[in-house]
């Protein structure tokens, strides 16, 4: 069953401080995987976008990761600001259909000054 | 940048009423699709449109759901005889080549009481 896993389910941090999101999937065969930043009721927007091939890529002080062997994938925030505070989508897609994307849960991410 | 319009950010209807939630795509997209988020709950997917029909849906998607491209710049979801359970937030988004660029809308909150 294709299913993306998000953890922690929540997070605080003071500001300033760096963390770690975690996405593990099961989606296959895989295509690419994509972080997504969403504030309270407004629509997803993407933070990156990954390729098999791609282990790495950066987008200001958001960095993801992806091991496509262990089908897990890390995003890494820097220095941490309140603006920060919102959830962090893993979205995994299929490599065939049009409805190619796989959702996770999110991390519910609260910056704290 | 290009934007998702989506109208209204927020209807209140009463259960059994018929909604239109409506969505403008970036002009030169091709692909457009209906996803809904359950308040606490993951994005899911609902209906993908290309060239005008439908090319896929859910099995949220039933006779209940349908969508239009009336014109050549709006895409709406009709959902007939709304139910409690229809309460979500709905996001639209749209696709230049059907596979890497997706753009979301800030969605439409949907309460039905």
């Known amino acids: 069953k294709n299913q993306v896993e998000q953890s922690p389910q929540s997070l605080i941090i003071l500001e300033g401080k760096n963390c770690t999101l975690q996405?593990?999937?099961?989606?296959?065969?895989?295509?690419?995987l994509r972080w997504y930043k969403q504030d309270t009721g407004r629509g997803p927007v993407s933070l990156t976008i990954?390729?098999?091939?791609?282990n790495t890529k950066s987008n200001g002080r958001y960095t993801a990761t992806l091991d496509a062997d262990t089908k897990q994938s890390s995003l890494h925030i820097t220095a941490s600001q309140l603006s920060d505070s919102a959830s962090y989508i893993c979205?995994?897609?299929?490599?065939?259909?049009?409805?190619?994307?796989?959702f996770g849960t999110g991390t519910r991410l609260t910056v704290i000054p | 940048e290009p934007e998702v319009t989506q109208t209204p950010s927020h209807q209140v209807t009463q259960m059994g009423q018929e909604v239109i939630l409506r969505c403008v795509p970036i002009?030169?997209?091709?692909?457009f699709y209906w996803y809904r988020q359950i308040l606490g709950q993951k994005v899911e997917f609902l209906v993908s449109f290309y060239n005008n029909e439908i090319s896929e849906k859910s099995e949220i998607f039933d006779d209940q759901f349908s969508v239009e491209r009336p014109d050549g710049s709006n895409f709406t979801l009709k959902i007939r005889s709304t139910k409690l359970e229809d309460s979500a937030m709905y996001f639209c988004?749209?696709?230049?080549?059907?596979?890497?660029?997706?753009?979301f809308g800030s969605g439409t909150r949907l309460t039905v009481v």
């Open positions: 990954m390729t098999f091939s791609e």
């Open positions: 979205v995994v897609s299929y490599q065939t259909g049009a409805n190619n994307l796989f």
């Open positions: 002009s030169n997209h091709l692909y």
């Open positions: 996405c593990n999937y099961t989606v296959s065969p895989f295509s690419n």
């Open positions: 988004a749209s696709n230049g080549d059907g596979y890497y660029g997706y753009t």
